[in-house]
C-alpha cells in the first residue's frame, strides 16, 4: 500500500495510506506544545472540516486547539489519548496520532507541505 507524509504549518503530520488519512502530532506540534499532560477529544464528529477542532491539548508550553488540515469523514479517533496523552509525545507515528479520515479531496491533501 503506497504512504505518503505531510504536514500541516500547525504542527501536524499528515500519513495517507490508501483512501485513508491519518492525523498526528509532529516533531514541530511537539516542540511548540511541550510535554502533552492532557488532551480532550471531540470524539462526536462524524466529520471534520479543514479547521474543525481536532483536538484539544494541555502542554507544558502552551494550552491549545489543534486544528484539522484537512475535511474529511471520521474513521476513527485514537481515543486511548483520553486516558493516556502522554502518547502524543511519541517519536512513533503508531502512538502519536489522533484521527483517522476518509473522503479528503486529493487537492487538500497536495496543499500540505511535504517537509517540517
Known amino acids: 500500500m503506497e504512504q505518503q507524509m505531510r504536514y500541516s504549518e500547525n504542527g501536524l503530520w499528515v500519513l ?6 491519518r492525523i498526528g502530532l509532529s516533531e514541530k506540534g511537539q516542540d511548540d506544545l511541550g510535554e502533552v499532560m492532557f488532551v480532550e477529544l471531540p470524539n462526536t464528529l462524524a466529520e471534520v ?8 491539548v494541555e502542554g507544558a508550553k502552551a494550552v ?9 469523514v471520521v474513521v476513527k479517533f485514537h481515543t486511548e489519548l483520553t486516558d493516556d496523552p502522554e502518547k502524543l509525545n511519541s517519536t512513533d507515528k503508531k502512538d502519536n496520532w489522533i484521527i483517522e479520515v476518509k473522503d479528503v479531496e486529493p487537492d487538500a491533501f497536495k ?3 511535504v517537509k517540517i
Open 111 to 113: 496543499k500540505l507541505s
Open 64 to 72: 491549545t486547539e489543534l486544528l484539522s488540515p484537512l475535511t474529511g
Open 16 to 21: 495517507k495510506e490508501g483512501e485513508n488519512y
Open 49 to 56: 472540516k479543514e479547521s474543525d477542532v481536532l483536538l484539544g
